[in-house]
């Protein structure tokens, strides 16, 4: 039952995540015309004919699915975008859950509540610097206080809290601090300053240095996996600019699931035991 649930909010939260990047960048722009435009206020409406949509066209993935990726009112396509965020943040939140590094009861049901808002969050973030290469603030400053919130209730029910508190610190330090010396020795040509941003959030969750290294790690193994087959396809030149915060936020979920079993892991393979 609890998967069917997660399901469903995912469906509408990734729902939420389209409607809130579409209004973020449409403000953006309404700004530079002096136009005002709400992010959370107003009816949903067709990004072509700019139609409100009605109540049957906004059930996530069926609507779409219904309508064959075309708008009821002027027949263009709908982007894809809108049926795979929707599924992508509801498988999201189903293994999330089934992955949960310990059992979801007390403290932990308060922290999985943060977590499924962070990754509605992040959803938002990928889709975002995926489409314009941009972390904006509206999206990262919400969310950075969300993440002080889980690291604060993290840190309260720890056992030694003192020990949490300093663990968190230092993962934030290493979290951030490594994409801001990157971008101030290439003054923003290696990496953006939302990235630096990021790092420093993404460290709140880490909670401790060696699970904020191996979040870098992560990311930029992923990155390299990713972009090694579009270099050889020269479909990716070696000066593109790719966005690093999809990757970086996907270890961010790496570590957090997995984070203990891949540390655990490589200390017994790789470090001497202690006599």
């Known amino acids: 039952m609890i998967y069917i649930v997660l399901a469903v909010l995912g469906l509408a939260l990734g729902s939420f995540v389209n409607a809130v990047v579409y209004r973020v960048h449409e403000q953006a722009k309404s700004k530079k015309t002096g136009q005002e435009l709400s992010i959370l206020k107003g009816r949903s ?27 009821r009112y002027c027949h263009k396509p709908i982007s894809r ?56 603030d509206r999206l990262l400053y919400p969310l950075t206080l969300v993440a002080l919130v889980f690291a604060g209730v993290a840190a309260a029910t720890a056992v030694h809290p003192g020990r949490e508190v300093l663990n968190t610190v230092l993962a934030v330090a290493v979290g951030g601090g490594v994409f801001y010396v990157l971008f101030q020795v ?15 959030l993404l460290g709140l969750i880490a909670a401790t240095p060696a699970r ?38 996907v ?18 393979t790789f470090l001497p035991p202690v006599l």
């Not at 403290?107 to 962070?118: C, I, N, R």
């Not at 930029?220 to 050889?232: E, R």
């Not at 979920?253 to 540390?263: D, E, K, P, S």
Request: charged fraction near 10%; hydrophobic fraction near 55%; proline fraction near 6%.
């Open 81 to 136: 975008q809108y049926p795979l965020v929707e599924a992508a943040t509801a498988l999201l939140f189903v293994l999330s859950y089934f992955w949960w590094p310990v059992p979801v009861q007390g403290s932990q049901t308060v922290l999985f509540g943060l977590w499924l808002a962070l990754l509605t969050g992040f959803m938002a973030l990928i889709v975002y610097d995926l489409r314009w290469l941009l972390l904006p």
């Open 45 to 71: 409406m067709c990004p072509h004919c700019r139609h409100a949509l009605a109540v049957r066209d906004l059930v996530p993935l069926f609507s779409w699915l219904s309508l064959r990726g075309k708008c």
């Open 212 to 249: 904020s290294l191996l979040m870098i790690f992560s990311a930029a193994l992923l990155g390299s996996l990713a972009s090694l087959p579009l270099l050889l396809a020269r479909k990716l030149q070696r000066n593109s600019t790719i966005p690093f915060g999809p990757f970086l936020i």
């Open 186 to 200: 290439s003054a923003g040509k290696w990496i953006g300053g939302g990235d630096v941003k990021l790092g420093w």
């Open 251 to 268: 270890g961010a979920i790496v570590v957090q699931l997995f984070g203990h079993t891949i540390l655990l892991w490589y200390r017994r």
